[in-house]
């Protein structure tokens, strides 16, 4: 069964191509003020105190909605090709 990402109300959507792994995504995770982050969430790279990327499930994004720390949450847009 096929998830909607669009029901997710935390979730930031852009036009530009997303990175998906397999059956896996990667996205970027912004806290709220002062929230710590969820010790459940592999980090791939952190960019600031309140702002970091990481790898996981779409069942995984689920997660992130539900958890109050979680401000938004936006699918890493796949950048071009620099020559």
């Known amino acids: 069964m096929a998830f909607d990402l669009r029901s997710l109300k935390k979730m930031e959507f852009s036009a530009a191509p997303v990175k998906v792994l397999g059956e896996r ?3 970027l995770v912004k806290l709220r ?3 710590e982050q969820p010790d459940y969430v592999a980090v791939r ?3 600031a105190p309140d702002l970091f990327s990481a790898e996981m499930t779409v069942g995984d994004l689920k997660r992130l909605e539900a958890d109050p720390a979680v401000e938004s949450v936006a699918l890493s847009r796949q950048l071009p090709t620099i020559s």
Do not use: F, H, Q, T
């Open 33 to 35: 003020p002062g929230a």
């Open 45 to 47: 790279s952190s960019i």
């Open 25 to 27: 995504v990667l996205v």
